[in-house]
């Protein structure tokens, strides 16, 4: 299976700050990397797909990029509702697997 | 617009059997790849497999092979999901999903999850 390891496992951040996240790949992968908000209680939200197109509604403050093995979800001016779970997954190779994931809490 | 509802939360006992479904609404059932995802408990999401309606096509995770049975209705447009052998720690929220565009490349609808409790 293709591990997916994030970093940090969680972050601290105020409001209006930027934050990234890490994600690598054990195998390249191409782009077949998601990006995945989740609350608590909640199903996962699909933000950004195919490593950098970002999901119809999403707010473009989102933005990811990378190639292969190396991704990275970036948050510009963070706000209120953006302090969450986030989840990487890559859809190159089955099973699909997902990265242990990365809370992101208010400073 | 598109919903995936799932069947109800179930307790189930350790050895025994449960299936969940998953209803699919807006957009053609068969135009789609369904694939269902698991959360234990404060843990990350976990790809359980995949089927693709419109050729019968089934994947799954290697560790589910054997106890876990994904099947679609394409009359009811509902995917289903047996587990089977449950233990404790299949004690989970499962959640079937859809992709946007048939390739099974990334999830964009999700359903509401299903609470699976395993306990004796």
């Known amino acids: 299976d293709i591990q997916m390891t994030q970093s940090p496992s969680s972050l601290a951040a105020s409001v209006g700050d930027s934050v990234t996240i890490t994600c690598r790949a054990s195998?390249?992968?191409?782009?077949?990397l998601n990006w995945f908000q989740q609350k608590p209680g909640k199903a996962p939200k699909l933000l950004i797909f195919a490593a950098s197109s970002l999901q119809s509604g999403v707010p473009s403050r989102f933005s990811g990029t990378g190639y292969e093995t190396d991704f990275t979800l970036t948050i510009s001016s963070l706000q209120p509702d953006d302090f969450a779970t986030y989840y990487c997954q890559q859809s190159y190779k089955i099973p699909h697997t997902f990265g242990q994931g990365t809370k992101l809490e208010i400073k | 617009q598109v919903q995936l509802v799932q069947s109800g939360a179930e307790v189930k006992k350790p050895g025994s059997s449960v299936r969940v479904s998953c209803k699919a609404s807006?957009?053609?059932?068969?135009?789609?790849?369904f694939h269902w995802v698991r959360q234990a408990p404060g843990q990350g999401p976990e790809w359980m497999g995949w089927i693709i309606p419109i050729l019968g096509t089934i994947n799954y995770a290697e560790k589910y092979q054997g106890r876990v049975t994904i099947t679609a209705d394409r009359a009811t447009s509902t995917a289903y999901m047996q587990l089977s052998s449950l233990r404790s720690d299949d004690t989970a929220v499962y959640y079937c999903a859809r992709d946007q565009d048939g390739t099974g490349s990334y999830l964009t609808y999700w359903g509401q999850g299903t609470l699976v409790t395993v306990s004796s």
């Open positions: 807006g957009g053609t059932f068969t135009s789609y790849t």
């Open positions: 195998h390249s992968i191409s782009t077949y």
